[in-house]
């Protein structure tokens, strides 16, 4: 068993290829007993070296790509068929909650424009007051996994302040400051942006950085048969965690479709 996998991000890595080549993951892994973090750290460090055939450094990988990958890596193995606890329905008007087995296939994913340079601007004319532009990128995987673990963002709860931790280590330059550390960022955006400016900064890194995987896919609604029902899956542990029902689902499916 082995399939191509193409990188969403063409022609931006110096050491790893576009196509990767997708095989099994091992048979007894920590996957089954590892959360959060740790999981995700896992998964680069066993997992995808094991199922990938290239050897790439996987911290090095984009987190759009590290997510696309995952995802591939996942139905390669157990096939497509997961299960959700909630169904959202327009039809309906409402949501439902049960056990429903959805379609990880039909989770879209927004393409990187065609002459991407993993460099994005944040005109000075997009604040209120604040009067510099902001430059940022898309994060890798590492870089996620750092900030999420990054003690400079502790809240007095203990907790680390993930959306902020993120945004401070996107941004590459402020103004003509470049090569600032996460937390001179954080003290930049602390110290000289305004609570409005902090929101306009927030919609427009969300708004111009957009790609990738989406949160959820579409699957037919439980009450009324409507197709267009959506549901919500982040990449999470349980992905690698199918259920029985999702395995035979898959058995089945491939069964009916293999030509006599
Ligand atoms: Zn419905």
Same mark, same amino acid.
């Given at each position: 068993?082995?399939?191509?996998?193409?990188?969403?991000?063409?022609?931006?890595?110096?050491?790893?290829?576009?196509?990767?080549?997708?095989?099994?993951?091992?048979?007894?892994?920590?996957?089954?007993?590892?959360?959060?973090?740790?999981?995700?750290?896992?998964?680069?460090?066993?997992?995808?070296?094991?199922?990938?055939?290239?050897?790439?450094?996987?911290?090095?990988?984009?987190?759009?790509?590290?997510?696309?990958?995952?995802?591939?890596?996942?139905?390669?193995?157990?096939?497509?068929?997961?299960?959700?606890?909630?169904?959202?329905?327009?039809?309906?008007?409402?949501?439902?909650?049960?056990?429903?087995?959805?379609?990880?296939?039909?989770?879209?994913?927004?393409?990187?424009?065609?002459?991407?340079? &993993?460099?994005?601007? =944040? !005109?000075?004319? +997009?604040?209120?007051? *604040?009067?510099? $532009?902001?430059?940022?990128?898309?994060?890798?995987?590492?870089?996620?996994?750092?900030?999420?673990?990054?003690?400079?963002?502790?809240?007095?709860?203990?907790?680390?302040?993930?959306?902020?931790?993120?945004?401070?280590?996107?941004?590459?330059?402020?103004?003509?400051?470049?090569?600032?550390?996460?937390?001179?960022?954080?003290?930049?955006?602390?110290?000289?942006?305004?609570?409005?400016?902090?929101?306009?900064?927030?919609?427009?890194?969300?708004?111009?950085?957009?790609?990738?995987?989406?949160?959820?896919?579409?699957?037919?609604?439980?009450?009324?048969?409507?197709? &267009?029902?959506?549901? =919500? !899956?982040?990449? +999470?542990?349980?992905? *690698?965690?199918? $259920?029985?029902?999702?395995?035979?689902?898959?058995?089945?499916?491939?069964?009916?479709?293999?030509?006599?």
């Amino acid at each position: 068993m082995s399939m191509k996998f193409q990188l969403l991000s063409k022609g931006q890595y110096k050491n790893i290829p576009d196509k990767l080549t997708i095989g099994r993951i091992p048979t007894v892994s920590e996957l089954d007993y590892v959360s959060g973090d740790e999981f995700d750290r896992t998964l680069i460090d066993v997992v995808l070296p094991a199922a990938v055939e290239e050897k790439i450094n996987f911290n090095d990988l984009l987190e759009v790509d590290y997510q696309l990958l995952c995802r591939a890596v996942r139905i390669a193995n157990f096939g497509p068929y997961h299960t959700v606890n909630v169904i959202l329905c327009d039809s309906c008007g409402t949501s439902h909650r049960g056990e429903y087995q959805v379609d990880l296939t039909t989770i879209e994913c927004v393409p990187l424009p065609d002459k991407f340079t &993993n460099e994005f601007k =944040i !005109s000075k004319d +997009e604040f209120v007051d *604040f009067n510099s $532009t902001i430059i940022f990128k898309l994060p890798t995987i590492q870089k996620i996994l750092n900030a999420h673990k990054d003690k400079a963002f502790q809240l007095a709860d203990g907790r680390i302040n993930r959306e902020l931790a993120r945004i401070c280590y996107m941004i590459s330059e402020v103004g003509s400051a470049s090569g600032l550390t996460p937390v001179e960022i954080k003290l930049k955006i602390e110290t000289e942006l305004s609570a409005a400016d902090y929101k306009l900064l927030k919609g427009a890194i969300q708004d111009s950085a957009d790609f990738g995987l989406r949160a959820g896919g579409r699957a037919t609604c439980p009450e009324c048969a409507d197709p &267009n029902a959506a549901f =919500i !899956s982040i990449s +999470e542990d349980r992905y *690698f965690r199918p $259920t029985l029902d999702n395995l035979r689902k898959w058995k089945q499916s491939r069964t009916t479709s293999t030509p006599k």
